[in-house]
T-cell receptor
Framework: ETGVTQTPRHLVMGMTNKKSLKCEQH?????MYWYKQSAKKPLELMFV???????ENNSVPSRFSPECPNSSHLFLHLHTLQPEDSALYLC????????????????FGPGTRLTVL | AQKVTQAQTEISVVEKEDVTLDCVYE???????LFWYKQPPSGELVFLIR??????QNEISGRYSWNFQKSTSSFNFTITASQVVDSAVYFC????????????FGTGTSLTVIP
């Protein structure tokens, strides 16, 4: 595997289900991100992890719960979602300098297309 | 405030035509980075180019070229002799140096190249 991979690629779930999205980066980066992409809207940054520590949470509802067990893996745990949460969820990674500022580009995975019924 | 505006929502061109995608940005940072990404129907955002605010030299890569002008806060992207494979949504993005790692994306321009 190369680059950033995401599984599953497609997910359909009911509002009462619990599911998880997985992201893995094979680039040796130390920062990972979750974005939400809805139709006709800019990409929305959800969470940022630097060196496995969460550094940003952009007012994301608690029904989205991220987990970063190591610098290569990132999960997004989903529970009690709403239909408006249907979107493409993109994972990205980058290399962050010691000051915490990214010194490189963000590289994206293919996304998980989530549909909440 | 950081903001990226891509005023063109959708563009259609006939194959082999040239097309320019506009990007206008706002930032108060003196050092910042600008990016272009391509998102084909498969969904993955593919990195195309990064420019830093100190380098206004235009860049050409094959059929792609970028025109960075700080005076007008623009970072436009031109595809020469467009091909059907260029059909995608193109995003311009900005990252400042005072906002951590956060990228600010435009709403994207959907390009359709008609054979």
């Amino acid at each position: 595997e190369t680059g950033v991979t995401q599984t599953p690629r497609h997910l359909v779930m009911g509002m009462t289900n619990k599911k998880s999205l997985k992201c893995e980066q094979h680039l040796g980066h130390n920062a990972m991100y979750w974005y939400k992409q809805s139709a006709k809207k800019p990409l929305e940054l959800m969470f940022v992890y630097n060196f496995k520590e969460q550094t940003e949470n952009n007012s994301v509802p608690s029904r989205f719960s991220p987990e970063c067990p190591n610098s290569s893996h990132l999960f997004l745990h989903l529970h009690t979602l709403q239909p408006e949460d249907s979107a493409l969820y993109l994972c990205a990674s980058s290399q962050v300098g010691t000051s915490g500022v990214s010194t490189d580009t963000q590289y994206f995975g293919p996304g998980t297309r989530l549909t909440v019924l | 405030a950081q903001k990226v505006t891509q005023a063109q929502t959708e563009i259609s061109v006939v194959e082999k035509e040239d097309v320019t995608l506009d990007c206008v940005y706002e930032t108060r940072d003196t050092t910042y980075y600008l990016f272009w990404y391509k998102q084909p129907p498969s969904g993955e955002l593919v990195f195309l180019i990064r420019r830093n605010s100190f380098d206004e030299q235009n860049e050409i890569s094959g059929r792609y070229s970028w025109n960075f002008q700080k005076s007008t806060s623009s970072f436009n992207f031109t595809i020469t002799a467009s091909q059907v494979v260029d059909s995608a949504v193109y995003f311009c993005a900005l990252r400042g140096t005072n906002t951590g790692n956060q990228f600010y994306f435009g709403t994207g321009t959907s390009l359709t190249v008609i054979p």
